[in-house]
């Protein structure tokens, strides 16, 4: 009798015998982006002229990223899908990943190390721990009450950051630059802030150190990474014979955009990998949270609501391929300064062909994830320039009364929705408490950690969001997005 063969056992990807170089970095947040992006930008730049940039990395908060390298030494794929195939890179920037609830002290005692010369930063708009609406570093936080109290054991990044760096100040070291890498606006600015307001609690001659030394360069940065799947490590290992459980899917394109701005110029040459150092990122950060993010989010509420998987999905349906056509046109361009070099119109197309790449599968679940931490940004900050100038914002009102409609958890056909946002309890008692359509929106437009009190109160915001609420209800996101493009 024939005897069924065993399943085919393929090897686990390995790191190469190459010489490793010293380690110049700690990044904290090892997830996919990071992987995508910073650690390929390093590699290559590595690869081209050498350098001790290797990277510790560091999860903040458990240890699945590292269970999944280890094995492989922390070697992994990096996968660009194009419509026509994919592209295999493997990246052998990272030395090592800690895991800090594991053990704190070994994560501080590399943020010390004299050799590390830069930490930079992918934990997602909510690991700053800040208020959304305002930059202020929430002091009820957690995590935040927790490292004031126990500072050498710190739970945050920016725990971390300024625990390290007071270590760094009594060992008579410079200090680390730190390179925020989230799509924060001012991200730079912002992280600075909030470490010296938590600084200035601890300590304020230790505050004046580091608002003195230390530099935080802004950057912008951009390459579309959907989560990995098990479809995507089956694929790779079909095609490589390995397995990669660690490998990043991600588009072809990327584009890093960086203030070059770091203690004692010490930087690995990232520009001969494409980065571009500049004086000031400000107009390409405004450009592509607003055009990119703004209209991400509005596809993910929409495009979820609608019932469709992925973005890709979404903008194949020509009803919403003409709305972000229209939002940009009409509400988002005209509030975006041009950045040097760039055509925002252009650009806005390009966009839209990135978001068709059908092999990318990015699901409008995950770009809905975190949406208090991401609207002020992405869509409040261009519907108040508009209002600041007298011109209305329809259909970025629409986008907002849909991140309403997703976060009371229901969607169009009474199916439950698993909202994961820092305050997804927060925004389902308040949707949960009214019922009208008037009055939902007001209690979710009373939360200031998203919205600001004045644009809260501005009678043309509220009555378009109440407007469109209402629309979405009476006719679902696909009619509701198409009556609106009409209504422009
Ligand atoms: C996305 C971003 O998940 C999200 O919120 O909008 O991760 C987006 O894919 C990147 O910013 C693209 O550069």
Redesign the pocket.
């Known amino acids: 009798m024939n005897q069924t063969p065993a399943p085919q056992t393929k090897p686990l990807l390995m790191r190469s015998d190459k010489p490793r170089p010293k380690v110049g970095i700690v990044h904290l947040g090892p997830g996919a ?1 990071f992987r995508a992006f910073n650690a390929v930008y390093t590699a290559k730049a590595m690869k081209a002229r050498g350098g001790d940039w290797g990277i510790y990395a560091v999860s903040l908060r458990n240890p699945h990223i590292r269970d999944k390298l280890a094995p492989q030494h922390y070697a992994y794929t990096s996968v660009s899908l194009t419509p026509d195939g994919a592209e295999h890179d493997i990246i052998e920037a990272i030395d090592n990943i800690l895991v800090a609830p594991e053990n704190p002290s070994a994560v501080l005692s590399a943020m010390s190390d004299p050799n590390i010369h830069i930490v930079s930063l992918t934990i997602t708009e909510k690991g700053y721990c800040h208020n959304p609406a305002t930059g202020e570093l929430q002091l009820d936080h957690p995590d935040i009450v927790h490292d004031l109290r126990h500072p050498k054991q710190p739970k945050s990044a920016v725990g971390f950051l300024v625990q390290a760096l007071a270590q760094r100040r009594d060992l008579g070291l410079s200090p680390f630059t730190v390179l925020s890498c989230d ?1 924060l606006p001012d991200n730079g600015p912002l992280t600075r802030h909030v470490v010296l307001e938590f600084a200035q609690k601890l300590n304020p001659d230790l505050a004046n150190w580091i608002k003195t030394n230390v530099c935080f360069p802004a950057t912008m ?6 989560a990995t799947t098990e479809a995507d490590i089956t694929k790779l290992a079909d095609a490589t014979g390995y397995i990669d459980s660690g490998c990043v899917v991600h588009e072809p394109f990327c584009q890093w955009v960086i203030e070059d701005n770091f203690v004692d110029g010490k930087r690995p040459d990232w520009d001969i990998a494409g980065a571009q150092f500049v004086n000031d990122v400000a107009a390409f950060e405004t450009m ?1 949270l607003r055009c ?2 703004g209209t ?2 509005t596809l ?1 509420y929409l495009g979820y609501l609608a019932g469709y998987e992925t973005i890709a999905e979404t903008v194949a349906d020509p009803v919403f391929a003409a709305l972000i056509d229209t939002i940009w046109r009409q509400e988002i361009i005209p509030t975006v300064p041009k950045p040097e070099g760039e055509d925002l119109n252009a650009y806005c197309a390009a966009l839209k062909i990135r978001y068709l790449n059908p092999a990318i599968r ?1 699901r409008t679940w ?2 809905a ?2 949406g208090s931490q ?1 609207l002020p940004q ?1 869509l409040l900050g261009t519907m108040t320039d508009n209002l600041a100038v007298g011109r209305d914002s329809p259909l970025l009102a629409l986008a907002v009364a849909a991140w309403m409609r997703y976060v009371s958890g229901s969607d169009e056909k009474g199916q439950p929705i698993e909202v994961k946002d820092p305050l997804a309890k927060v925004l389902r008692t308040a949707s949960d408490s009214a019922d009208k359509p008037e009055d939902k929106v007001d209690t979710l437009l009373a939360i200031q950690a998203v919205f600001d009190p004045e644009l809260a109160a501005n009678t043309h915001f509220r009555n378009a969001v109440i407007a469109a609420y209402k629309a979405l209800i009476k006719h679902g996101a696909r009619s509701a997005a198409e009556q609106a493009i009409q209504g422009v």
């Open positions: 982006f799509n940065v951009d390459r579309i990474t959907p592509k990119l993010n991400h989010s993910a990015h995950q770009i994830m975190d991401k992405r």
